[in-house]
């Protein structure tokens, strides 16, 4: 962010034609990645912006606008994708979306004969290619642009560290937008830690339903049932068979349990032309099962398949068990996607969790979800170096990201106060997580800092919807515990020192019930240099009238008095007025 970048001018006339001419209506996430996107364009320092939605929920226009935004003001616009297959149907997406403007797009890939491709790279240095879509080829270094102002990465997890630091090379100052249904550990951390922006789309587009998720074991007739049921809708079915050999004894065997299926067969080592008849042929109806390795699991994009069968499904990555289920449900039908494993085949504790993940995270935007997951599994990895995983437990984890925080704060010109010292909050409350609500110690430990990071009502809200969904009704000790978090992040930002209760005799930990309404007398502590202003007195005093008393001075404090039932919501209610006021510039 402080290396100056190219500043992109605001849209276009052109720009709005070219987004009024998307056949769809767009979902409002869609619009505000896209909004962010732009300007963040405009900016005079280089955009790393990491957009997170799930598959199918209309990345791929969001990306569409950014890189219309780049060509039309002159400069070059690439996109980076992992597989042949996928480049093939950007090229066209994107070609078609282009098609009224005079802009050249072009692809490179295997797809392409070495006399084509060296054209290309020789016009892509002239500058006569205005957008090119391509796999790692982009990559080599024969590859020059005459003026390049975006890269946008698609499928940014499937690049190898390697890869990355490439791209890092590939210009200092060019944009780059990183597109993900399930963002590595190491990248999602990174925009968790302000290094990267990152938007999201949550929203899936209309009439879009989640796919259904099995898990089976493999057996003959379940399979000529589950294909026979999609064929008699209409309907095409992709079977997912992870290895070259074997995939054909696959094929012949659901050719004898399904005589009406059209069988075709891909994968990677196949001949390019091959390879694009098969694809070209399942996406026109020609075949209606395809038995495909994981080589579909990027971007394809066929509305009329939705049935998947995933055999030996316990072999697969988490993110890459939600990329293919992802190929499926992209109509308005409902989609299934069966996870199989072998007869009789005793699972591994990973792969059992993998495969339980997989089948929770089923509703929209559980993409985000399994990076989370993953995240917590792995670790986020160095994030200057090459290794991908490793933990920072050294100095934990809450450290750690606040010490990135605070540096890439620092960096950017903001006065960063390294010595904030935590608020003691000493509130005559049990607050904790007991003992027989969590009983696993991990799970438990990972609530603990979930509810350590709460910093609004909606955050409050989000995290009992989900202790409430895993684990049942929550008890009132850890509600009491997610708002003393609340509490203690609001008194942070206003340097509030300490939150005692002045009457001595109530005890330190009291489990309250509806009748216990004894007065409390709290006191709100305020480092030196915190001085109320007029301004915050007077819209306490509005709130809380007598009930509020403030002492300037060397060492201001307030009091407030309450009953012991309404301790939490009366000190969130105190401290939100003085954030408001601190906010409004007069406090």
Request: charged share 30%; with cysteine.
């Amino acid at each position: 962010k402080m290396q100056p970048g190219y500043s992109f001018p605001e849209d276009t006339v052109w720009q709005k034609e070219f987004e009024d001419d998307f056949p769809y209506e767009e979902t409002g996430d869609q619009l505000r990645a896209a909004e962010e996107i732009k300007q963040d364009m405009q900016k005079p320092f280089s955009m790393d912006r990491l957009l997170c939605g799930d598959v199918g929920f209309g990345k791929t226009e969001v990306a569409a606008r950014a890189l219309f935004k780049c060509v039309s003001d002159g400069k070059q616009a690439a996109v980076l994708v992992p597989t042949t297959i996928l480049a093939n149907q950007h090229y066209y997406t994107l070609k078609e979306r282009f098609e009224k403007f005079p802009f050249k797009v072009e692809v490179l890939s295997r797809f392409r004969s070495a006399a084509q491709q060296k054209k290309i790279i020789d016009e892509l240095g002239k500058g006569q290619i205005d957008l090119i879509i391509g796999t790692h080829r982009l990559l080599s270094k024969d590859i020059q642009f005459k003026d390049l102002g975006l890269l946008v990465v698609d499928e940014e997890q499937r690049f190898g560290v390697e890869d990355k630091e490439t791209i890092k090379k590939i210009k200092k100052n060019v944009d780059v937008l990183a597109l993900s249904a399930t963002p590595i550990p190491r990248t999602l951390n990174m925009s968790m830690t302000g290094i990267k922006d990152m938007s999201v789309i949550e929203e899936p587009p209309e009439e879009r339903y989640p796919v259904q998720t099995y898990v089976l074991e493999q057996d003959d007739l379940l399979i000529k049932d589950i294909i026979e049921r999609e064929l008699g809708r209409g309907g095409q079915v992709y079977v997912v068979f992870n290895r070259v050999k074997g995939i054909q004894q696959i094929a012949e065997k659901i050719e004898k349990l399904v005589p009406e299926a059209v069988v075709a067969v891909g994968h990677g080592q196949m001949s390019e032309h091959t390879l694009e008849s098969v694809m070209v042929g399942f996406i026109n109806g020609e075949s209606n099962v395809l038995v495909a390795t994981s080589i579909i699991e990027s971007g394809i994009d066929i509305p009329n398949a939705n049935t998947m069968i995933i055999m030996d499904s316990d072999r697969y990555g988490l993110s890459q068990l939600y990329q293919l289920r992802g190929r499926v449900g992209r109509s308005n039908r409902i989609a299934y996607a069966y996870l199989m494993y072998q007869k009789d085949k005793v699972l591994t504790e990973v792969a059992e969790k993998r495969l339980k993940a997989i089948r929770e995270f089923t509703e929209f935007g559980a993409g985000f979800k399994v990076a989370m997951r993953d995240l917590e599994i792995r670790g986020a990895g160095n994030l200057l170096g090459t290794a991908q995983h490793g933990h920072m437990m050294n100095i934990g984890y809450e450290l750690y990201c606040k010490m990135i925080d605070n540096a890439v704060r620092a960096l950017q010109g903001e006065i960063v106060n390294e010595d904030k010292e935590e608020s003691s909050i000493e509130f005559p409350l049990s607050a904790y997580i007991p003992e027989h609500y969590i009983e696993n110690e991990t799970l438990k430990l990972q609530m603990y800092k979930k509810i350590a990071s709460v910093q609004t009502y909606d955050d409050e809200d989000e995290i009992i919807d989900e202790m409430l969904d895993r684990f049942g009704d929550v008890p009132q000790e850890t509600v009491n515990l997610v708002k003393i978090s609340h509490v203690r992040f609001l008194a942070g930002e206003l340097a509030v020192t300490r939150i005692h209760a002045e009457n001595k005799e109530t005890a330190p930990a009291v489990k309250l019930t509806s009748k216990d309404h004894a007065i409390v007398k709290l006191v709100f502590d305020f480092a030196e240099k915190n001085p109320l202003s007029g301004y915050a007195l007077f819209n306490l005093t509005e709130k809380f009238g007598k009930k509020v008393f403030v002492h300037g001075g060397v060492q201001p404090f307030i009091r407030l008095t309450t009953d012991r039932t309404h301790i939490l919501e009366d000190s969130l209610s105190l401290l939100e007025v003085l954030n408001e006021s601190k906010k409004s510039g007069s406090g």
